[in-house]
């Protein structure tokens, strides 16, 4: 990294609004040199993330971002938006589509009822069954909070993608290994936010770190009526949302 | 995603390609044909029904023949199949598949391949000395090296034989109540989370395998051009009707709960079985190979018939009955991915032909325990004749 | 009649054989399991540093404030003062470290529209238009600054 550029980003650290451990990461970041942001202390972070469904306009912006980021193979999705379409009183009914995981965004059509836009992404839970289920310790809980799978160690047995209620799980055909969301560990270990709520337009999700009592998390769920996907499922979803219609599957 | 997959209604995005395939179809079926086989061979030695002796070491043959064979679509399945024996290595506890990886071995090892020895030992220390080649030297390495078949060597091993079985039996319900707990565990999946799963796989099992014993047995018999052994096959059909009606009751009771309760996830699976899988489930599974057989079988026991008609029946509702429990298996594994877990829509499963998953493999996955036990028989004889000149 | 130890000699030799086996397995795992393997939890551990080590794509905000700080000052009083930059311009990670590599400026007619075009299911107050209409043809930049969206 070329010294001018350094001297610059320490001045320039100095007034952005970042965390300690963001600035020291930044560093690495920028320079595109991945190897360790020094600061990252696992066991000081949960994460989480929440999804306010009010201000979802099913741009597709998320969708296009994290498989730019994660290299995601198409057809297979890492997040994705559904549009609930709930006609009346048939709650058990809703019309749903997700044309491409919404990647490009939504054709207009008339809406027969309440129709809104659902962002879904892994739920990182807490209980995975996902992780129960693996026979090897191919994907597991971290200390941190994530649900990671290790690709060097995975057998392609596909019975995780089995066990995950919400379909979040996939295989890449480029490695044969399962795949799913990371929730960007390699950026929000280097105070970045996740690629789809840096896309986010209208920051309808928001990384959280339940453990940082400074997070805007904290008000967030205090302050508002939360709910989780299939929490009939007791998984420990720790991804929130706000305004989630009981239509919603 | 193209519209040739078959979906139907709404799918969560990643839920389109189906991720068990035909070959999960076999492994269930396999295992069950395993721990079936070993009940009936276990019924002569534990239970005393002298009437099945003629099958013993047939359906012990048959149990190892067919237990060799069932990793063998799990490996074809596996993304990374070299690295499938991380399952032993690093076995996760919490998981049902990497304790299935012990409970097999346990069952191979422990049980079978230990009651087989012992059984044979006087047969293979004997044929140790009269046979040359490379055939001589398998059976010279199967005696370990001591030809001891004194009384008291035979004593011991019939006494350990006993106590092996005795263990073996709780193991083949285990083995096979086990693969049911590996789909009646998933809380995700609706169409395979109850706690009956283990149990009717486990009767299922029991059925498959005695009928697949019996019409073995028969085969065999008819090969070797030898007279059938009329008592046995009664007797078994027997059996295998008792552990029929166990197995059409839990499946019926399953069924009615389902239907009663209609909880969320009803509607869905409803609609499935009336299309999707209505011929596999209604047609083939409950008609053919349920009620036809059940009903066959029950006519056997209610009337009096001759022997060759009486042969002939059995040997019909043997066959049915393997179809039925095929379909059962199908209807589980296939099944059981068809809908989304939305409970909004529908995918299809697209068998392919010659692929390292399709039809092709999955054929030559069903012939191989033949041929293996048709190895086995050359290695070591079942039959009751050479038996009784030892 | 007992059974003499002579006559357990084959399930000696049995048992000797199994023991064999199992020292074998012992072994073979020892030298098999990932070094890392346990480390913290029952995974390896060496995956969550793998997985960390990733590079990004999308440089970050702050990232392109560090240059543009005039753009973000000019956006501040605007609607899209809280829009991400690369929500727009797309992931920049390789502009910002090497800032000779020039992005490409979207095209405004099917960006803006991908937010802004009306959509049954998008939030009653969000601002949305049928483009047909509101601007047959024309470049919604032609009345709308992108950085400062009044017109």
Known sequence: MPQGRRDFLEQAGRWLFLTSAAQAALEFVVAGNASAAPNYNMHTHWWAMTIDITKCIGCGNCVRACAEENGVPKGFFRTWIERYDVPGWEMDRPDVDAPNGGMDGFPDKPAKGKSFFVPKLCNHCAHSPCVQVCPVGATFETPDGLVIVDEQYCLGCRYCVQACPYGCRYINPKTNTVDKCTLCYHRISKGLTTACCEACPTGCRQLADLKNPKDPVHDFLRTNSIQVLKPQMATGSKVYYRGLDGSVR | MQAAHGVEGFLYPNEVELQWSILIVLYPYITGLVAGAFILASLERVFKVEAVKPTYRLALLTALAFLLVAPLPLQLHLGHPERSLEMYLTPHRSSAMAMFGFVYLWYLMVVLLLEIWLDYRKDIVQLSKTTRGPVGWIYKALTLGSSNVSEGALRADDRIGYIVTVIGIPSAFLLHGYVGFIFGSIKANPWWSTPLMPIVFLFSAMVSGIAAVMILYMVSTWMRKKPLDTRCVDTIAKYLFYAFVIDFSLEMLDLIHRIYEADESFHTLDFMVQTRLYMSQVVLQIMLGTVAPLAVLAATQLWTFTEAVRQRLYFASGVLTLIGIFAMRWNVVIGGQLFSKSFLGYTSYKMEFAHREGLLAAIALMILPFLLLWGLVKLLPPWPENEAKA | MRI??????????????????????????????????????????????????????????????????????????????????????????????????????????????????????????????AAKEHNAGMACADCHQPHQPKI
């Open chain 3, 4 to 129: 003499t130890f002579r006559d357990a000699a084959h399930l000696i030799r049995l048992v000797v054989v199994v023991l064999i086996a199992i020292a074998a397995f012992a072994g073979l795992r020892s030298l098999m399991v990932p070094e890392t393997f346990g480390q913290y939890g029952h995974y390896r551990g060496a995956a969550l540093e793998e997985n960390r080590q990733r590079a990004v794509s999308f440089a970050g905000r702050q990232a392109c404030a560090e240059c543009h700080d005039a753009v973000v000052e000019a956006k501040k009083p605007g609607k899209h003062a809280n829009v991400g930059c690369e929500a727009c311009h797309g992931p920049q990670a390789k502009h910002a470290e090497d800032p000779s590599l020039k992005p490409v400026k979207p095209d405004s007619a099917t960006l803006c529209a991908r937010c802004h075009e009306k959509n049954s299911a998008k939030p009653r107050g969000f601002p949305q238009v």
